[in-house]
């Protein structure tokens, strides 16, 4: 926020107009500009409509993310950037180099979700099942923008800017093969990763950042209980594997509220379970599914590590053969870098007032952005308000805001688009202009 004086003497309103113009000499360019840059968005805003109104009706899901991914590389190569496809699947990555500076990388995620749109919009989604109710269309098109402003005003920054349009983030898949492609050594290896995600429950116009774990790992483990089946009217000649199931779900529950220190989040959830055939048959198997969440490895480890001890402790206690646990490759927890976290929300609290930007709560869904924080890039991820605050009042009247995934959330696309540029094309302004590595390369 620019600072306002209010004065009635002549004398004093030019002492105050030779203080004001004084300050904004002294300001950064991140908020000199903040203005220009506002003057920017609404000339150019057509454009940033335009792609995301056409993002929004071809939405591709996980691993799927073609149209998609050719929509971008055209754009990114308008813009000016040197566009590189297929990085670890549908990925790309495009980069402009202006001169000395640091590597600042801008990941948008790709995909959409097998949800049918029921929104009413009328530029819904074209794909019959599939629809962006994660607002990634409002990330690509974000970037884009940035891109865009960064492009046409070479001046104003120095260093290396890096986009990434990462597949698959909403099976957690998409990041971890971008950087099994060499994301981190066929290019630039990024100083600072950013990425902007929408919140459905926040009003537009505001942001919520915080620093450390701001999501969670995601495991999937499947266990296979097994048992020895037989007739369901004699039991005592089987060893009934769905029993053992139930004693070991309830047993599970108790890991978080035992095992785990209470002030550590952590979740343990059987989403399924499958045994039997039939009213009269005890079976051989019972098959069990769970997800699991946490804030840290360590955490991380201590449930994986218990859920496979207390599967064989009560195949133990009922005579059973060892259950087969097999744990898949997840995604670790979404820790923002503490030091770029402070900065960027000091940056933003300046430039859209203190009341407009909340600490992020932290949540146990997953963001497989945590893979590039993971790999050692000092990462952050924020979020950016989406409704308008009239709307959340109305939908709290009708009993419950629409969450991101649901067939009728929908952003207010113009004005999260205007708050998502604003603040982006800020951070990277910002991390450019007070490059720590440009002492060095400069004595
Ligand atoms: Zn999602
Ligand atoms: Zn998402």
Redesign the pocket.
């Known amino acids: 926020m620019k600072p306002s004086i209010t004065v009635s003497a002549v004398s004093f309103s030019l002492v105050a107009a030779i203080l004001l113009q004084h300050l904004s000499a002294a300001e950064p360019l991140t908020l000199s500009n903040h203005g220009q840059r506002s003057t920017w968005f609404g000339e150019n805003s057509e454009a940033a409509f335009d792609l995301y109104r056409w993002l929004h009706q071809h939405p591709e899901v996980s691993l799927y993310e073609t149209e998609t991914a050719a929509k971008l590389a055209e754009q990114w190569s308008a813009v000016g950037l040197t566009v590189t496809t297929e990085v670890g699947g549908t990925g790309l990555v495009g980069l402009l180099k202006n001169g000395d500076g640091p590597v600042v990388m801008l990941r948008t995620?790709l995909d959409a979700l097998p949800v049918e749109e029921a929104t009413g919009l009328d530029y819904a989604s074209k794909n019959p099942g599939v629809m962006h109710a994660?607002?990634?269309d409002i990330h690509m098109t974000t970037v884009t923008t940035v891109a865009r402003y960064l492009a046409t005003h070479l001046d104003q920054w120095s260093g290396t800017l890096m986009l990434i349009g990462q597949p698959a983030?909403e099976r957690g898949l998409g990041a971890v093969a971008m950087l099994k492609d060499g994301l981190l050594k066929r290019f630039p290896r990024p100083d600072y990763g950013l990425a902007v995600?929408v919140d459905g429950s926040v009003p537009t116009g505001s942001v919520v950042i915080a620093g450390g774990a701001v999501g969670a790992s995601a495991d999937s483990v499947d266990i296979t209980v097994k048992g020895r089946g037989g007739h369901g009217s004699a039991p005592h000649t089987t060893i009934d594997p769905v029993v053992q199931a139930a004693d070991l779900i309830m047993s599970l529950q108790t890991i978080v509220s035992r095992e785990v220190k209470p002030t550590n989040a952590a979740v343990v959830t059987v989403g399924s379970i499958v045994g039997g055939t039939k009213h009269n048959i005890i079976s051989d198997q019972c098959k069990l599914q769970l997800t699991v969440r946490s804030h840290s490895e360590e955490v991380r480890q201590q449930l994986i590590d218990a859920i496979c001890r207390r599967a064989k402790g009560i195949a133990i206690a009922y005579g059973a053969p060892e259950p087969v646990v097999i744990e898949s490759e997840g995604v670790p927890a979404l820790a923002n870098d503490e030091a770029l976290a402070d900065r960027l929300g000091s940056l933003f609290r300046r430039l859209l007032g203190a009341d407009h930007v909340q600490a992020k709560e932290r949540s146990m869904g997953f963001e497989d952005f945590s893979q590039f924080g993971n790999a050692g890039i000092p990462i952050t991820m924020f979020g950016v308000g989406s409704v308008s605050q009239e709307r959340l009042d109305q939908y709290r009247k009708q009993g419950g805001i629409p969450s991101l995934h649901s067939a009728t959330y929908y952003p207010d696309a113009e004005d999260t688009l205007r708050t998502a540029f604003q603040m982006l094309t800020a951070a990277a302004l910002d991390l450019f202009e007070n490059d720590p590595l440009a002492d060095r390369a400069n004595p």
């Open positions: 995620d994660c607002g990634h983030e995600h």
